[in-house]
Structure formats: structure tokens, C-alpha cells
């Protein structure tokens, strides 16, 4: 816990020489930020070098999916709740008959699986950094769980910010994907959404791994 609220006051300090030099490329903060052409161009320039790079990777573990397990797709894909309504989300195929494959554990580990989303992020359906993007069983059950108005603040900030790839929770948690904080991490990210937050992240994501 200690590592973790040391973490938050770094994240929150603006005065580092990297926070100021960065103010003055991009002065705008949170929803501002979220929503510039600034943004967007980080997007395109961190994962169409990234396609390229992966695209034969991707042919390849999914030839070797057919080949292990030739009577299941390659891939599948998960409905997610997107800013505009359902959202698909492309991943390789790790799991059959409710059980990770031994190929799938490895995937998993080093997030391979999500590789073919980063053709999505080009698309603009999600992007590089960002908050969760949640299923729709998970919303539904937030829907029950909360009070009205906490529900339609989380919501404004969801539907407001852009669903990422990576973010502040796959890069801090310890174990797992539903511990306490999570949506604490997105509201966080939501408020102080900005291109040194975002290169930050990127390059923590470098050394995390899946659960």
C-alpha cells in the first residue's frame, strides 16, 4: 500500500523538469488533452510502427493455434462497452473448453493475446493509454452496485475518456485484474490525462506482465 500512495504523489508531481518540458508541448490536462489531435498522433505513432512490426508475429501464433487446435478459431472476440455502444475486442485464441492452453499461458503472461487490438487502436476504437474497457456484464452489475449517482459519475468519465490498451491499472496492480482500486486508477488517469502521463505509462508497460 505504501509503494502503491508513493507511486500516486509522484504521478500527481508537475514539477520535474520532464512535467514542465512537456507542459509546454502539450499545456492541456484531462478531458483537453483526451480529446486533442495531440493525442491521436501519439496513438498513430506509437502503434502503426507496432503493426508492422507484429504482423507476421500475429500470422504466426495464429497459424500455430490452428495447427494445435484446428477446430477452434484463432481468434476470438470479446464484446466490450464502448464509447459508443458494444465494442468487439480481437484477441488470440488462449483458452479452450473454459481452460488455458498451454501456448495461451504464455500469451496471456506477456499479453501477446491482445496484439491484433492494435489494429483497433489505429482504427480509433480504442487507444494507446487510457482507462479499462470494460464487458458488459461488469457495467451491468456497476449499474446494481451503485447508487444512481455514483453510477452516472463513473459513467460520464467512461464514456468520456478513451479506452486504452494499457493504463494506470495494468501497470500498478500487483495480482489479479479486480482488486479494490481499479476504477479509483481510471478516474485518476481520466483527471490527469496528458502526454507526460501517457509517455509514463507506455514505458511502464515495457516491463509489465499479465497475471
Known sequence: MARRDELDRRLRDEHTALARLLRLVAPALGRPYSRSR?????????????????????????????????????????????????????????MIEFRHTPLGRILRRYYLDELPQLAQVLEGDLSAVGIRVLPEEIVRELGEEWSPERYARWWATYRDTPLGLTGLHQVT???????????????????????AFDLYLLWRTLFARGA
Not at 42 to 56: I, K, Y
Not at 65 to 84: D, H, I, K, M, T
Request: aromatic share 8%; net charge positive.
Open 173 to 195: 496492480r500487483r495480482r489479479g485484474k479486480e482488486d479494490a482500486r481499479r476504477y479509483h486508477r481510471d478516474m485518476f488517469y481520466a483527471r490527469h490525462a496528458s502526454l
Open 38 to 94: 495531440l493525442k491521436r498522433a501519439l496513438d498513430v505513432a506509437v502503434v502503426l510502427p507496432l503493426v508492422l512490426v507484429t504482423a507476421p508475429l500475429v500470422a504466426l501464433l495464429a497459424g500455430v493455434n490452428r495447427l494445435l487446435y484446428p477446430e477452434f478459431p484463432a481468434f476470438y472476440r470479446q464484446v466490450r462497452v464502448g464509447r459508443r455502444g458494444p465494442l468487439p475486442v480481437l484477441k488470440l485464441r488462449t
